[in-house]
Antibody, heavy 122, light 107 residues
Framework: EVQVVESGGGLVQPGGSLRLSCAASGFTFGGSQMSWVRQAPGKGLEWVALILKDGSGDYYVDSVKGRFTVSRDNAKNSLYLQMNNLRAEDTAVYYCMRDWISGGSGKGFDYWGQGALVTVSS | DIQMTQSPSTLSASVGDRITITCRASQSVNNWLAWYQQKPGKAPNLLIYKASTLESGVPSRFSGSGSGTEFTLTINSLQADDFATYYC?????????FGQGTRVEVK
């Protein structure tokens, strides 16, 4: 059974930092690209970051470049999102998911976690 | 960056209706286009990938079509469980973008 579980969300002050974790099981984590997507309250989905399966490359939406860093530990089947210099507009539910690409095929985001709420407020 | 534009933003329909949602990309994404369904308080669920391939376990009343920059999601014989918000998303290259979403509500 596939499981994707985010943790580390919470309340943080503007300018503060937070690190989200994502524990995955039930699929070959080390063979999978992974992404983070967020959803602000009452708003749509926004892709945030992607990391290649071996961690050799990472990509970000413009609004978080230079502030957020995605990383992974394939030995622990874990994905991370380090968020620095947080702003009120970063308040959202953050989802972790498998971003499935294999050779010439791809599915997009097939396994999602339940999300972790990050609230940036003084 | 590739922009994705969905229409309509809201769609009012009844059980049994056939509905269509459109998604346009600002440049070609080939067939790297997925559709998701999201219900309140839940994570999105993958319905269609590569523009027209039905994800395992998704009912056959859902179908996708299109290529390049124009895509559609069709739901035949809308069921009560289908009232939700739907998003398109491209996954061409290493960046991803979602459409703004289409809320399907009870007429």
């Amino acid at each position: 059974e596939v499981q994707v579980v985010e943790s580390g969300g919470g309340l943080v002050q503007p300018g503060g930092s937070l690190r989200l974790s994502c524990a995955a099981s039930g699929f070959t984590f080390g063979g999978s690209q992974m992404s983070w997507v967020r959803q602000a309250p009452g708003k749509g989905l926004e892709w945030v970051a992607l990391i290649l399966k071996d961690g050799s490359g990472d990509y970000y939406v413009d609004s978080v470049k230079g502030r957020f860093t995605v990383s992974r530990d394939n030995a622990k089947n874990s994905l991370y999102l380090q968020m620095n210099n947080l702003r009120a507009e970063d308040t959202a539910v953050y989802y972790c998911m498998r971003d499935w690409i294999s050779g010439g095929s791809g599915k997009g985001f097939d396994y999602w976690g339940q999300g972790a709420l990050v609230t940036v407020s003084s | 960056d590739i922009q994705m534009t969905q229409s309509p933003s809201t769609l009012s329909a009844s059980v049994g209706d056939r509905i269509t949602i459109t998604c346009r990309a600002s440049q070609s994404v080939n067939n790297w286009l997925a559709w998701y369904q999201q219900k309140p308080g839940k994570a999105p669920n993958l319905l269609i990938y590569k523009a027209s391939t039905l994800e395992s376990g998704v009912p056959s009343r859902f179908s996708g079509s299109g290529s390049g920059t124009e895509f559609t999601l069709t739901i035949n014989s809308l069921q009560a469980d289908d009232f939700a918000t739907y998003y398109c998303q491209h996954y061409s290259g290493y960046y991803r973008t979602f459409g703004q979403g289409t809320r399907v509500e009870v007429k």
